[in-house]
């Protein structure tokens, strides 16, 4: 059995040093110690290096006049996020690994002064095992050490030539100063243990008839035999649960359970936004293990052609649940230039105002990040469609998506974490390749929007 323990609910401090001087820990020249150059300080997470720099009153705040300039040093330092793992807190022997949903954006994990793992990407999820050197009963230290951050594009550049995937906005856009933001956006938790079963992706659907909800777990089960499965389902309008049972054979596989005749999920001013709450179990009934706690929706999306429209033009009519709705929505860029600092009211202010102006689709820029799981939330709830784009965007001089090896290969790794994060909420309804993408130059100089024809 596997146990979560969430590694915000505890102390940490933040510092800095000279890039690498914390590996080399002494002068070669005079075997002094080398110390950090800032710190330590109080930290608070999630959060970015800037956020408790500006609390302790060492930079100031970059939205007001030309302080963002003054800010960019914190760029060319590594920073280091510690913490201690008390005595006794993990056993000998036991397994540990670090989840982390949000790094930004590259470095190292130590446990007291040994290097146990690397990371690298801002936007995908990073499982580190902490290995025997956490796993002795003792007190430690768990240090995350902060590479200098990439110098990735801002709104001007080549869009061919975008590698790294830390959010474009960062580096300044026509609506942005620089400020480009090192630490925690998401959350950071110890494994100890080893679990039975894996969720890796869920998600539900809806009939074209809107007579049948569907249901679809995929899951490994890490056991030799199998093991029972139990999904809850709840409507939120209240009644008596349904509950699903089976068996899990060993390995990966998929489940798929129905619901007949369920409550729809309709967008803002077109219905009610019905959802589900839905718990999966696996193992016996006295050693039940919850695997996945989270509210679903059921509904129907398909694109419909336009009266009159030509026959090979694409089909931009929107109907959800049978019924066309008129799309009208907002840009959501990152609602602060300091990602890392979760600020819920002023989701709920924004999210709120565009539901009561009549919104109805929200449209997550690809310059930005994967919006968190709390908007998500507040989307579902409120009945606002969400269309998400992968991580790409127009860069002026040239808006071609990437064809190489070498930045395909993560954004793919990105994009499937993504799907597999945000699938499951009723408010997604469009993943897009990213924003304002183009094909390159033909022979007389025009462009075009880029299709699935992309290579």
């Known amino acids: 059995m596997m146990k979560k323990a969430n590694l915000f609910n505890r102390s940490w401090k933040l510092q800095s040093w000279r890039p690498h001087a914390w590996f080399l820990q002494n002068s070669a020249e005079t075997s002094a110690l080398f110390c950090p150059e800032h710190g330590p300080y109080d930290a608070v997470l999630p959060g970015s290096v800037q956020t408790t720099l500006l609390r ?9 006049g030309l302080n963002s300039l003054d800010c960019e040093w914190v760029e060319h330092r590594h920073w280091e996020f510690v913490t201690e793992i008390k005595a006794g807190e993990i056993q000998t022997g036991e397994s540990v690994s670090l989840s982390a ?39 430690h230290r768990l240090r995350i050490i902060f590479d200098l951050p990439p110098e990735e594009q801002g709104q001007f550049g080549f869009s061919s030539q975008s590698k ?80 699903y049972e089976t068996e899990l054979e060993p390995g990966e596989q998929e489940k798929v359970f129905h619901l007949q005749q369920p409550d729809l999920w309709w967008p803002n001013r077109y219905g009610d936004p019905d959802l589900y709450e839905m718990e999966v179990f696996c193992g016996t009934q006295d050693q039940r293990t919850s695997v996945f706690k989270g509210e679903i929706g059921f509904k129907s999306v398909r694109w419909l052609p336009c009266e009159g429209a030509p026959e090979n033009a694409r089909s931009l009519l929107c109907e959800v649940n049978g019924r066309t709705i008129f799309m009208q929505g907002v840009n959501w860029t990152p609602v602060s230039l300091d990602y890392p600092d979760f600020d819920a009211a002023r989701y709920d202010q924004l999210i709120e105002l565009y539901h009561e102006m009549g919104v109805n689709v929200l449209r997550v820029w690809g310059g930005g990040y994967l919006e968190r799981e709390y908007f998500y939330q507040k989307c579902d709830e409120l009945g606002l469609l969400v269309w998400q784009e992968f991580p790409l965007s127009s860069s002026g001089c040239e808006n071609y998506a990437p064809v190489e090896e070498a930045a395909v290969s993560p954004l793919c790794e990105v ?29 007389e100089g025009k462009t075009y929007p880029l299709t699935e024809n992309h290579p």
């Open 164 to 243: 790294y995937f830390k959010p474009r906005y960062s580096f300044s856009w026509d609506w942005a100063v620089r400020f480009v933001p090192t630490g925690i956006w998401d959350s950071l938790s110890l494994l100890i243990g080893k679990p039975s079963v894996t969720l890796k992706n869920t998600y539900s659907r809806l009939s074209p008839d809107l007579i049948t909800g569907t249901i679809t777990l995929r899951l490994e089960n890490h056991l030799s035999t199998a093991t029972p499965l139990l999904l809850v389902l709840h409507n939120k309008k209240g009644g008596a649960p349904v509950e």
């Open 56 to 64: 302790h009153g060492v930079i100031r705040d970059w939205n007001v």
């Open 101 to 139: 949903d949000g790094l930004d954006y590259s470095g190292w994990v130590l446990v007291d002064d040994e290097i146990v793992g690397t990371f690298c990407g801002a936007l995908k999820r990073h499982e580190i095992a902490l290995g025997d050197a956490i796993a002795d009963g003792q007190k």
């Open 415 to 443: 994009a499937r974490d993504y799907v597999r994060r945000r699938s499951h909420h009723a408010s997604l309804f469009l993943w897009c390749g990213g924003n304002e993408l183009q094909t390159m130059k033909d022979l």
